[in-house]
Nanobody, 115 residues
Framework: QVQLVESGGGLVQAGGSLRLSCAAS????????IDWHRQAPGKQRELVAS???????NYVDSVKGRFTISRDNAVNTVSLQMNMLKPEDTAVYYC?????????WGQGTQVTVSS
């Protein structure tokens, strides 16, 4: 059974940093692309960053230069380093992987950025 567990969310002031982690189990982790998505209150869930099985990263324009996604295949973990946080980054952040045409999500971790 595939399981994704996020951690690292919290409350931070604008301009601060947080590091999110997603620990995966039940899959051959190194062969999958992994994404981070977020959903703010009243808004649709959006893709924030993705990292391929080869380590190539992509970001939504609003976080480029501030967020960095990385992976450690040795411990089946994907991280999202978030710097220069803004109030508009406030959301629940979810880890995602697509396995055999199924979208699998973690439970989410809350990030709140105060102004």
């Amino acid at each position: 059974q595939v399981q994704l567990v996020e951690s690292g969310g919290g409350l931070v002031q604008a301009g601060g940093s947080l590091r999110l982690s997603c620990a995966a189990s039940g899959i051959r982790f190194s062969t999958y692309s992994i994404d981070w998505h977020r959903q703010a209150p009243g808004k649709q869930r959006e893709l924030v960053a993705s990292i391929s099985n080869g380590g190539s990263a992509n970001y939504v324009d609003s976080v480029k230069g501030r967020f960095t996604i990385s992976r450690d295949n040795a411990v089946n973990t994907v991280s999202l380093q978030m710097n220069m946080l803004k109030p508009e980054d406030t959301a629940v952040y979810y880890c995602h992987v697509r396995v055999a045409s199924r979208d699998l999500w973690g439970q989410g971790t809350q990030v709140t950025v105060s102004s």
